[in-house]
């Protein structure tokens, strides 16, 4: 019998931990609103296609970042993809992807490659309408201080969906439209 590949989705923030904020025309846009939101839409897409689905979170509490990583290695995970919103400068746009530098042992050697997902994360990007900064090694970005990316078993991607902080990119990040494609588009990566 085959296993069932497990892919824990990891909604960033929650509860008191808003993550970035952004706002539009007056009104306060928050980050964990919008993980929650597009880590659901991608969930149900990766179930339509069989694979077993662990979320860390399903609603709006907060969930330390020690615990998430303990769920995915509890869980037998092959991939956690965890997801956030980025925020900068309001002329700076766009998605990313990171992943980690290294992992001593990951538990999923060949069945999930960071880099090729992380290349595939572009043409999600693209096709979904949102412009696409790149894939980067966390040390690369952080200094490789990305908690969930280092302490999880299994391989492991954080993809940044477009700056809060930017107008153009958060008309994109509230419209369920995005939302749904996006999702779409970034389970067809796996």
């Known amino acids: 019998m085959t296993k ?38 991608l969930r149900d897409e990766l ?17 330390p970042r020690a615990d998430r990583a303990s769920l995915s ?24 992807t ?20 992380s290349e595939m994360m ?5 096709s979904s309408g949102m412009g696409y900064r790149g894939a980067y090694r966390d040390k690369d970005m952080s200094g490789g201080s990305l908690y969930m990316l280092r302490n999880t078993n299994s391989r492991s991607i954080l993809t940044e969906i477009g700056f809060i902080s930017h107008a153009g990119d958060v008309k994109k990040i509230i419209n369920p439209a995005f939302q749904q494609e996006l999702s779409k588009t970034g389970q067809s990566s796996l």
Not at 26 to 39: H, L, N, Q, R, T
Not at 48 to 54: A, D, E, P, S
Not at 73 to 96: E, K, P, Q, W, Y
């Open 4 to 41: 069932v590949p497990t892919i824990v989705v990891d909604a960033g923030h929650g509860g008191r931990d808003s993550g970035a904020v952004g706002s539009l025309n007056g009104k306060s846009i928050y980050e964990k609103d919008y993980d929650i939101k597009f880590a659901s839409n």
């Open 47 to 63: 179930i339509k296609l069989g694979f077993r689905v662990v979320m860390t979170r399903t609603t709006d509490y907060d969930v």
């Open 73 to 96: 290695n509890r869980s037998d995970a092959d991939l956690l993809f965890s997801v956030h919103h980025n925020a900068g400068s309001s002329t700076v746009s766009g998605g990313m």
């Open 98 to 117: 990171l992943y980690p530098s290294a992992k001593a042992n990951p538990s999923t050697q060949a069945a999930f490659s960071e880099s090729k997902l």
């Open 122 to 126: 572009s043409s999600a990007y693209s």
